[in-house]
C-alpha cells in the first residue's frame, strides 16, 4: 500500500515538475560529464541553452547561473606512465571531445589556437607545429573520417598516423 | 681494578672469560645513539600546550586579523557562508573567534575515527595559522593537505587572470557581465588554463519566473567550481557568442598560492546566490582578497552601495592595482562578422549561403571561377557561420551534421588559411567606460517656461552615454529621477522617474537578424489638453524592432511600441500604439547625434495621437563628463510645446 502511495505522489511531482517546465529551461549541464567511452559528434552541445527572450533576459541577469559542480584540477601526465593510446590519455580525450567542432574546423583551414592546444597536448613541440598543422590539413578527410565521426574515432585515427 | 692487573689461574679462566665477554656485549648494548635503538618521534601538542596555543591566538587577537576575516568570509557581522560544513564551532557563523579556536583545536588534535582531517578540509586555514603562531607541522596530526598539493604539483600555477565576459547577443543586461577567474599552469595554451567559477545551480527546466524570484532571493545554492578553460570558452564564445576580456592580475606565486588554497576549501561548500548582492563576481573577490588580504574589494560592496555589478568588481580590481594586461577574445559571432568585413560582398554572400546550405561547396568549386585562396576563405566564413548557428540552437544537430562535415571536407583539400592581420583592433576595454552612476545638470525652456533641471540616475547607460567600453545600442537604466525648477510660478516640480528603460538595438546583417526590443516604465509629467494642465502618468511603452546598419558607425532604428497609460489622463486610463524610428550616427571621435520622431495613437481609453520629433546632440569632454543640446517638439493629449535644453553629465 505504501508503495503504491510513493508511486502515486512521484507521478504526482513529475506531473508537476512537467506543468512547471512549459518554458524552454535555462542554461543548466544536460550532459555534465559524459563518459569517455560514449563518442562525442560535431554538433553536441556541452550545455543546454535556451532561447527564448524571457529565459535569457533572466538568465543574463543572474549570471552564471550554469551550476556545474565539477571540482577538476586540470591534471597532465606529469610523473605518469607515458600512454600508449591517444585515447587512452584522459586530458587530450576530454579536450577532443568538448572541442570537436572548433578543432574539425581548425584542421580544415591548417591554423587556430585549438589545434595548437592539441599539438601541445600531444608533445608537439613549437618549432614542429607548422609541419603538424599542414600534415593534419592533409589527411583531414581520414582523420575525421565521416559526418557522423565520433570524438574517441577522431583519436584513434590521429593515432594511426603517428 | 684494571683488567690487566688480574692474574687468572687456569681453573677460573673459563667463567671468567665468559663474564667478560658478557659485560662487553652489555656495554655496547646499552651505549647511547646505537643503532638497534630507534629516536623518539616529535609527539603531538599535548594539551596543555594547545591550551597555550588558543590563549596566544587570543593575545594576538588573531580572530579579528582580515585575514581570517577573508577566510570566513565575513561582512562585518557574520560570514556569508550558509553550508554548516564550513564551519567547525557550531556557531562559527556568526563568532569568528569561536571559529578559529574550534580550527586550531581541530588542526591539533587527531580526527575521530574516520572522519576528514581539519587539515584537508581548511589548508589555507592550516597555513594562515601555522605561519601566525610559528606551529611546527610535524607536530600536527596531519601536516597538510596532500590531495591539495598532488594537485597543485601537476597544475604548476604560474600566473592568475581575470576573465569577463561581456554581453549576451540581444540581452543589454547581460553586458554588465559575469566573472571567473583562471590561472595559467604547465601548459602554454590558455585554453589549459584552470578555471574557477561560482554559480547557482539551478535544476535544468526551470519555469522562468520561479527561476526570477529565486534567483534575486536567494533561492539557489551557489558553488564554486573548476574545470578547464575551453569548457568556459565554449559556453560564451561559441555558444552564447559573448565577447570576453582577459585580464592578466599581479598576483605574485604565494598569492596564487593562497588563493588555490582558498579554493580547495571551498570545494562543495554552499553559499546562497542573491543576484543582486552576493553573485558571481561578489564571490569571487574573496578568492582575491585571501591571496592579497588588504585588497579591500568586498568592503566597497558590504556598505549603501551593496549591489554588485560585476563591470564595478573589475573597476574596483583596477583601483586596487592588480590588473594588468588585458587580451581580447571576440565570440564566433563576432569573428565572423569581421571576417566577412574583409571579404567582398559577393564572397560574402556565397559565404552565408555555404553556410545555410543554400550553395553546396561542390557547387561553389565547380567550373572554378574562384580562386583557391578566395574558395577557402569563403569555405572558411560558411563554416564558421554555420557553427555559430549549431551554438545558438538554430539549427538541428541532424541538419547540421553532414553539412558542416562537407563544407570541412571540401576546405582540407585547398590551401591552408593565410594568417590573420595584425590591425584587428581590439574595441575599448569595458572598465574603461564611464562609471555607473549619473547625475545631471541641465537649462532649458520648455514651452516658453524656462527651467533648471537635477536629475539623478542610479545606473546604468543609455545610448548616448559615452560609448567606449559598452555594447553599442544596448540601454540599461534604473532608477532615474529629473527634477525642475522653473522660474515662472517659481517652483521645484517632479518631472519624471524611470524605473527601468532598457533597449535591446543591434543591427541586422546578412549573416545575423536579432530582433531588436525597448522596454520602459516609470512616472512622467506632462502637460495636457489646450490649458496645458499638470497630469502625472503612469506609463509602461516598448515593443520589437529592428535596426540596419548605414555605414561608417551610423545605424537606424525603428520600433512599434505600445503605450498603456494609467492616472493622469482625462479617463484615468490609456492604450496607445505607434511607429518610433531615428537615426544614431558618431560625429568625430566624441560625439553623437540622435534624429528621432514618433507618434503614438491612443485609441483606448483618452483618445489621443501624440507625437514628438527631436535632435540630441551628445559630446564627452572625458571619460567621466559629457555635455549635450537637444531640441524637440511635441504633443500630448492636444498639448504643444517646444523644447531646448543644455546638459552637463557627470558620471560617478
Redesign the interface.
Known amino acids: 500500500m505504501s508503495r503504491r502511495i510513493i508511486a502515486l505522489a512521484a507521478l504526482v511531482c513529475l506531473a508537476a515538475?512537467a506543468a512547471?517546465?512549459?518554458?524552454?529551461?535555462?542554461?543548466?549541464?544536460?550532459s555534465n560529464t559524459p563518459r569517455d567511452n560514449v563518442g562525442i559528434?560535431?554538433?553536441?552541445?556541452?550545455?543546454?541553452?535556451s532561447?527564448?527572450?524571457?529565459?535569457?533576459?533572466?538568465?543574463?541577469?543572474?549570471?552564471?547561473?550554469?551550476?556545474?559542480?565539477?571540482?577538476?584540477?586540470?591534471?597532465?601526465t606529469?610523473g605518469a606512465k607515458p600512454w600508449s593510446k591517444l585515447v587512452m590519455n584522459e586530458e587530450i580525450n576530454?579536450?577532443v571531445r568538448?572541442?570537436m567542432?572548433?578543432l574539425?574546423?581548425e584542421?580544415?583551414?591548417?591554423?587556430g589556437?585549438?589545434l595548437?592546444?592539441l599539438a601541445?597536448?600531444m608533445g608537439v613541440q613549437p618549432a614542429e607545429r607548422a609541419a603538424f598543422?599542414?600534415d593534419v590539413?592533409?589527411n583531414?578527410?581520414r582523420i575525421?573520417s565521416?559526418?557522423?565521426?565520433t570524438h574517441t574515432e577522431v583519436l584513434e585515427n590521429l593515432d594511426q598516423k603517428g | 681494578m684494571a683488567l690487566s692487573n688480574v692474574r687468572l689461574t687456569g681453573k677460573r679462566r673459563r667463567p671468567a672469560a665468559l663474564l667478560v665477554f658478557a659485560l662487553a656485549v652489555l656495554a655496547v648494548w646499552n651505549r647511547p645513539g646505537a643503532a638497534e635503538v630507534p629516536a623518539s618521534a616529535p609527539a603531538l601538542y599535548t594539551a596543555a600546550e594547545v591550551t597555550a596555543l588558543l590563549g596566544r591566538a587570543d593575545a594576538l587577537g588573531l580572530d579579528a586579523a582580515p585575514a581570517w576575516r577573508i577566510l570566513l568570509h565575513w561582512d562585518g557581522h557574520e560570514s556569508r557562508v550558509d553550508d554548516p560544513a564550513f564551519f567547525l564551532a557550531p556557531d562559527g557563523k556568526r563568532d569568528a573567534r569561536a571559529e578559529l579556536q574550534a580550527t586550531l583545536l581541530a588542526l591539533c588534535t587527531p580526527a575521530p575515527g574516520t572522519a576528514p582531517a581539519a587539515a584537508d578540509r581548511f589548508p589555507a586555514r592550516l597555513e594562515w595559522l601555522c605561519e601566525m603562531l610559528g606551529l611546527e607541522r610535524t607536530r600536527l596530526p596531519v601536516p597538510a593537505c596532500a590531495e591539495f598539493e598532488a594537485?597543485?604539483?601537476?597544475?604548476?600555477p604560474r600566473q592568475a587572470v581575470l576573465v569577463f565576459p561581456s554581453?549576451?547577443l540581444?540581452?543589454p543586461?547581460?553586458m554588465f557581465?559575469?566573472t571567473?577567474i583562471t590561472v595559467r599552469?604547465?601548459?602554454?595554451?590558455?585554453?589549459?588554463?584552470?578555471a574557477v567559477?561560482?554559480?547557482?545551480?539551478?535544476?535544468?527546466?526551470?519555469?522562468?519566473i520561479?527561476?526570477?524570484f529565486k534567483?534575486?532571493f536567494g533561492g539557489?545554492p551557489?558553488?564554486?567550481?573548476?574545470?578547464?578553460y575551453?569548457?568556459k570558452v565554449?559556453?560564451y564564445s561559441?555558444?552564447?557568442q559573448r565577447d570576453v576580456w582577459e585580464y592578466d592580475l599581479t598576483l605574485d606565486a604565494p598569492e596564487i598560492r593562497r588563493l588555490l588554497l582558498h579554493v580547495w576549501e571551498l570545494?562543495?561548500i554552499r553559499s546562497d546566490?542573491y543576484?543582486f548582492g552576493e553573485?558571481?563576481?561578489y564571490n569571487l573577490l574573496y578568492l582575491l582578497e585571501a591571496a592579497r588580504p588588504g585588497l579591500g574589494l568586498t568592503q566597497r560592496f558590504n556598505g549603501i552601495r551593496f549591489w554588485v555589478v560585476?563591470l564595478d568588481t573589475v573597476k574596483a580590481m583596477r583601483e586596487a592595482g592588480i590588473l594588468a594586461n588585458a587580451t581580447y577574445r571576440p565570440s564566433l559571432a563576432t569573428r565572423v562578422r569581421r571576417d566577412a568585413a574583409r571579404l567582398s560582398p559577393e564572397d560574402g554572400e556565397l559565404a552565408r549561403r555555404i553556410g545555410t546550405g543554400e550553395l553546396t561547396p561542390d557547387a561553389l568549386l565547380a567550373g572554378n571561377r574562384l580562386p583557391a585562396d578566395r574558395a577557402?576563405a569563403v569555405?572558411?566564413l560558411g563554416?564558421?557561420y554555420l557553427?555559430s548557428l549549431?551554438?545558438?540552437?538554430k539549427i538541428s544537430?541532424e541538419t547540421?551534421?553532414?553539412r558542416?562535415?562537407?563544407i570541412?571536407?571540401v576546405?582540407?583539400q585547398l590551401p591552408?588559411?593565410a594568417?590573420e592581420p595584425a590591425d584587428a583592433a581590439a574595441p575599448a576595454r569595458p572598465d574603461e567606460g564611464h562609471a555607473s552612476g549619473r547625475l545631471t545638470l541641465g537649462a532649458g525652456s520648455d514651452g516658453g517656461r524656462p527651467f533648471l533641471e537635477l536629475s539623478a540616475r542610479a545606473a546604468y547607460h543609455d545610448i548616448m552615454d559615452p560609448g567606449p567600453g559598452y555594447v553599442p545600442g544596448f540601454e540599461v537604466q534604473f532608477a532615474r529621477l529629473d527634477l525642475r525648477w522653473e522660474e515662472d510660478p517659481g517652483r521645484l516640480r517632479f518631472e519624471r522617474l524611470d524605473a527601468i528603460r532598457l533597449k535591446s538595438f543591434s543591427p541586422r546583417d546578412r549573416f545575423y537578424r536579432p530582433l531588436s526590443?525597448e522596454l520602459n516604465t516609470g512616472v512622467v509629467h506632462e502637460r495636457i489638453g489646450h490649458a496645458g494642465r499638470d497630469a502625472y502618468t503612469a506609463y509602461l511603452d516598448g515593443g520589437p524592432g529592428g535596426v540596419w546598419p548605414l555605414g561608417a558607425g551610423a545605424w537606424v532604428y525603428g520600433v512599434l511600441g505600445g503605450d498603456l497609460r494609467l492616472g493622469g489622463v482625462d479617463d484615468g486610463a490609456a492604450l496607445g500604439l505607434g511607429p518610433k524610428a531615428g537615426v544614431v550616427m558618431p560625429v568625430g571621435s566624441r560625439g553623437q547625434l540622435h534624429a528621432y520622431g514618433q507618434w503614438t495613437g491612443f485609441f483606448a481609453g483618452d483618445p489621443a495621437a501624440n507625437w514628438e520629433a527631436g535632435l540630441e546632440q551628445r559630446w564627452s569632454l572625458s571619460r567621466q563628463l559629457a555635455v549635450s543640446l537637444s531640441v524637440a517638439r511635441r504633443e500630448t493629449w492636444g498639448f504643444a510645446a517646444n523644447e531646448a535644453a543644455l546638459r552637463v553629465f557627470v558620471y560617478f
Not at chain 1, 512547471?20 to 549541464?29: F, I, N, R, S, T
Not at chain 2, 601548459?187 to 588554463?193: A, G, I, Y
Not at chain 2, 567559477?197 to 522562468?208: E, H, I, K, Q, R
Open positions: 515538475a512547471m517546465a512549459q518554458d524552454k529551461g535555462v542554461p543548466g549541464p544536460s559528434g560535431l554538433g553536441t552541445l556541452i550545455f543546454d541553452g532561447d527564448g527572450l524571457v529565459q535569457q533576459v533572466l538568465a543574463a541577469t543572474t549570471n552564471g547561473s550554469c551550476g556545474n559542480q565539477t571540482f577538476a584540477i586540470t591534471s597532465g606529469s576530454h579536450f568538448d572541442n567542432d572548433t574539425a574546423r584542421m580544415a583551414r591548417g591554423s589556437e585549438t595548437d592546444t601541445e597536448l598543422a599542414k590539413q592533409a583531414f578527410r575525421y565521416s559526418a557522423n565521426v | 594537485a597543485v604539483r601537476s597544475l604548476e554581453a549576451y540581444n540581452t543586461a547581460s557581465g559575469h571567473l599552469g604547465r601548459r602554454r595554451s590558455e585554453l589549459m588554463n584552470q567559477n561560482y554559480a547557482a545551480s539551478v535544476p535544468p527546466d526551470t519555469n522562468g520561479v527561476f526570477a534567483g534575486i539557489y551557489g558553488y564554486y567550481s573548476l574545470m578547464p575551453y569548457r565554449q559556453e561559441d555558444m552564447d570545494r562543495n546566490y543576484f553573485n558571481c563576481a560585476p577557402g569555405l572558411d563554416a564558421a557553427q549549431r551554438g545558438r540552437r544537430q547540421y551534421q553532414p558542416y562535415f562537407s570541412l571536407s576546405r582540407s591552408p588559411a594568417p526590443w
